[in-house]
């Protein structure tokens, strides 16, 4: 995402490289955003935004997948030992606070980033769970989330049965991959039986002025189902979607015409009024202009929505909120009135969970390329932010099975601002 379209303005760079969304106040005197935030500005009392966020590793910049993986994980991809996600790694040394739902889920889990997602050495029980589809279509469900041709009184004696043959798992060849297998098959078995894990998946209990308070769309919905897990007890939710060519706006299907995935990538075209596919472009292709409905649109919504719930319920007291990007784009306009990609600055949003509200750390120069302040921080650092918040021992190792010690975020230290 253009962190200088967004959480960053930069109304005094030259005119031909100047975004065209002007700075707006925020509700905190002196905090400026772009009107691309209107609707999220109203809670900049509960935000901190970090603009001096970079990406200093070779290589990561041009890649995507690579980009996800080091978001995901909070370690530079392509080691010796692929590391698991920071939702895995959570999962595994804290549990959930429900046990008829996954510790970790992802919604939905159906773009190009989310398959970068890795459980790496872990056990494989805590892989992160996928919703799948399309949050804004009114028959969505998570599949496969109930008995299928089976009565649960059958199914409670199969699984008595099974219990009863596996004997092994807790004799003599009890081990910690079998135990988590095991764990892992009971997690399963209460997911199926247990009444509140569709109730958790459930978009329809919500009230209609709720649902729509976020937006009827895919963004929106998925907003509102981190919200709901969260409330439910679910220890680590990303949200990652893209809206849909093919989607529901305000209760209505909407086909976005000339789109093919609505990505941030903007590479060409970043302020068109619909799509960017444009005579000699190329890598941006398929996206919408950055400023339309389907993309700083809907989020501006949804994100404005999340904030305000979380915090009306009390959830946002306990819960850390973060609004990430796996790096920025360019200070200059390309030839195709694009934004490439940008490793040098960009910027990252928190609240919650004792984050400091109405504050900007750090600071870029003019344009928005460079960091101009003394702090500089790093996904190293954001993910040893999200460690230290969950009073995770980072100095504790975890070893693989070959009894090789890992330890988790170790070239980072947590954002001191955000404590």
Known sequence: MSHIDTWDPKPDAPVEHRSPFKPISSNVPGIQVTELLKKTARHMDKLSVIRCMTQPVP????????????IYSGETPGGAVEMPDMSSVIAMLMGSDADHLPSNIMVPGTN????????????????????GGNLADPKWSV????????????????????????????????????GAMRSFMEQAA??????????????????????????????????????????????????????????????????????????????????????TNIK????????YGIHTWPMMGSLDQAL??????????????????CIVTEFGRTPKINERKG????????????????????QVVGSTDKDGGYITSSQAYTIDDYAATIYEKLGIDREKP??????????????????????
């Open 59 to 70: 290589g990561v910049a041009n890649s995507h997948p690579m980009g996800a993986q080091y």
């Open 112 to 131: 190009e980033a989310s398959f970068m997602t890795r459980v790496g050495f872990i056990p494989p029980s805590y892989k992160v769970f996928k919703t």
């Open 143 to 178: 599949p496969n989330l109930g008995l299928e041709g089976i009565d649960e009184r059958r199914f409670k004696n199969r699984r008595d049965l099974l219990s009863s043959l596996d004997v092994g798992l807790t004799g003599a060849a009890k081990s910690k991959d079998a």
């Open 190 to 275: 209460d997911m199926l039986t247990n009444p509140n894990t569709r109730k958790a998946f459930n978009l329809e209990t919500e009230p209609a002025k709720t649902r729509e308070r976020y937006g009827m769309g895919h963004r929106g919905q998925s907003y509102l189902m981190g919200r709901k897990l969260i409330q439910s007890g679910v220890r680590f939710v990303t949200v990652d979607c893209r809206e849909p060519i093919n989607t529901w706006r305000d209760g209505k299907r909407v086909k976005f015409g000339g789109g093919s995935n609505m990505n941030w990538d903007h590479h060409d075209d970043i302020y068109s009024e619909s799509h």
């Open 280 to 287: 000699g472009g190329g890598a941006g292709a398929g996206r």
């Open 304 to 321: 404005s929505a999340l904030i305000d719930d979380l915090h009306q319920r009390g959830l946002l007291e306990e819960t850390l909120l």
């Open 339 to 358: 934004r490439d990609h940008w490793t040098h600055a960009f910027s990252f949003a928190f609240a919650g969970a004792g984050v400091p509200g109405g």
């Open 398 to 419: 975890v070893h693989t099975p070959d009894g090789r010690p890992i330890y988790f975020a170790k070239n980072g230290t947590p954002i001191p601002e955000l404590f």
